[in-house]
T-cell receptor, first 113, second 114 residues
Framework: DVKVTQSSRYLVKRTGEKVFLECVQD?????MFWYRQDPGLGLRLIYF???????EKGDIPEGYSVSREKKERFSLILESASTNQTSMYLC????????????FGDGTRLSIL | AQSVSQHNHHVILSEAASLELGCNYS??????LFWYVQYPGQHLQLLLK??????LVKGIKGFEAEFIKSKFSFNLRKPSVQWSDTAEYFC????????????FGGGTRLMVKP
């Protein structure tokens, strides 16, 4: 069974801090994704990666960056955290190709004070 | 940009009632369609998916969905809900040759009263 592990379930940071969210998958998936989930807005794609060191912007990349140095690990970075980045962050992975289902982690609930 | 609309934000049903959750998308090309479910405190799980072929697809736990291309719709149905179906349901769409990127609807919170 696919396992997508996010390093923290809950995280509290201060405005202006640099924040790292880590995600690891154990199924050798090519694709990895970062979303944020907000009530009424569903999931919105921040960044995705289809290979090591490759990244593509999603719908809402502003204020975020990502890093994929190894195939199994995809990191989301908030360069200078702001209160409007308080949200639930979800990581997902999938095989390559158009119609592969994505497998999700448990999420990190991030609060920026 | 493509969009996905789920018109029902909150649905409350009694056990054994029938369920239909609406999903419409805006993209006119070839699409892949998914329904995901998020039970309280759990991660998103795939309920069912449609890529091609029979437009009526069956998923886990008695759920099914029908793709109606002319209406750009992919509605989720279940003939008789159970209390354990209480969850949030998300419709998602991807386009072919778009790197498996998903666009999600806003979600529908379903509460089933015992």
């Amino acid at each position: 069974d696919v396992k997508v592990t996010q390093s923290s379930r809950y995280l509290v940071k201060r405005t202006g801090e640099k924040v790292f969210l880590e995600c690891v998958q154990d199924m050798d998936h090519e694709n990895m994704f970062w979303y944020r989930q907000d009530p009424g807005l569903g999931l919105r794609l921040i960044y995705f990666s289809y290979d090591v060191k490759m990244k593509e912007k999603g719908d809402i990349p502003e204020g975020y960056s990502v890093s994929r140095e190894k195939k199994e690990r995809f990191s989301l970075i908030l360069e200078s955290a702001s209160t409007n980045q308080t949200s639930m962050y979800l990581c997902a992975s999938s095989l390559g190709g158009d119609n592969q289902p994505q497998h999700f982690g448990d999420g990190t609930r991030l609060s920026i004070l | 940009a493509q969009s996905v609309s789920q018109h029902n934000h909150h649905v409350i049903l009694s056990e054994a009632a029938s369920l239909e959750l609406g999903c419409n998308y805006s993209y006119g090309g070839t699409v892949n369609l998914f329904w995901y479910v998020q039970y309280p405190g759990q991660h998103l799980q795939l309920l069912l998916k449609y890529f091609s072929g029979d437009p009526l697809v069956k998923g886990i736990k008695g759920f099914e969905a029908e793709f109606i291309k002319s209406k750009f719709s992919f509605n989720l149905r279940k003939p008789s809900v159970q209390w354990s179906d209480t969850a949030e349901y998300f419709c998602a769409v991807s386009r072919n040759n778009a790197g498996n990127m998903l666009t999600f609807g806003g979600g529908t919170r379903l509460m089933v009263k015992p």
